[in-house]
Antibody
Framework: QVTLKESGPALVKPTQTLTLTCTLS??????????VSWFRQTPGKALEWLAR???????YYSTSLKTRLTISKDTSKKQVVLTMTNMDPVDTATYYC???????????WGQGTLVTVSS | EIVLTQSPGTVSLSPGERATLSCRAS???????VAWYQQKPGQAPRLLIY???NRASGIPDRFSGSGSGTDFTLTISRLEPEDFAVYYC?????????FGQGTRLEIK
């Protein structure tokens, strides 16, 4: 069974760095065409794509956030990690990770983790 | 970046009726890279359609997708009570990947 699970702090202070981990189960990031992305969603708002890492370690970032984001993977641990620097209250959101295979869209999503930025 | 505009913002329909949701892109998108998702309160998005017209695994055949270029459509042929949710279109062919703002499908 394919699952993804996000983990990380529920509360961070402004200016701190957020580190989120997506733990994969039931599949590997090794096969050609496999990738994992991070998304976020503020309450009542639309989805926002943040970053993506591919099976070959290519990395892609949101244009507006690229200076603050770093995505990495540990294939042996089956984890994908996202860091976001200089957190601000406007970054308060539910953060999701999801996997995509080639052209097939994001077919499996984590349950999401709510991150609140507040002093 | 490609802006996706969904319409209507909210639609009120009754079970058994047909729903037609629109997604318009600010520039041409390859059909291979258009998806539709359903999201219910407190849940993660669920993939319905990929490649503009391919149903994802386990998705009922009352859901169908169509379109090309800049105009894409999600159709739900006969609404079931569980279909009332928010629907998002997404393009993942040109970076950055982008979503529409969503269409809320509510019970009339």
């Amino acid at each position: 069974q394919v699952t993804l699970k996000e983990s990380g702090p529920a509360l961070v202070k402004p200016t701190q760095t957020l580190t989120l981990t997506c733990t994969l189960s039931g599949f590997s990031l090794s096969p050609s065409g496999m990738c994992v992305s991070w998304f976020r969603q503020t309450p009542g708002k639309a989805l926002e794509w943040l970053a993506r890492i591919d099976w070959d370690d290519d990395k892609y970032y949101s244009t507006s956030l690229k200076t603050r984001l770093t995505i990495s993977k540990d294939t042996s641990k089956k984890q994908v990690v996202l860091t976001m620097t200089n957190m601000d209250p406007v970054d308060t959101a539910t953060y999701y990770c999801a996997r995509k295979q080639g052209l097939w869209g994001y077919d499996s999503w984590g349950q999401g983790t709510l991150v609140t930025v507040s002093s | 970046e490609i802006v996706l505009t969904q319409s209507p913002g909210t639609v009120s329909l009754s079970p058994g009726e047909r729903a037609t949701l629109s997604c318009r892109a600010s520039q041409s998108v390859s059909v291979s890279y258009v998806a539709w998702y359903q999201q219910k309160p407190g849940q993660a998005p669920r993939l319905l359609i990929y490649g503009a017209s391919n149903r994802a695994s386990g998705i009922p055949d009352r859901f169908s997708g169509s379109g090309s270029g800049t105009d894409f459509t999600l159709t739900i042929s006969r609404l079931e009570p569980e279909d009332f949710a928010v629907y998002y279109c997404q393009q993942y062919g040109i970076l950055p990947e982008t979503f529409g703002q969503g269409t809320r499908l509510e019970i009339k």
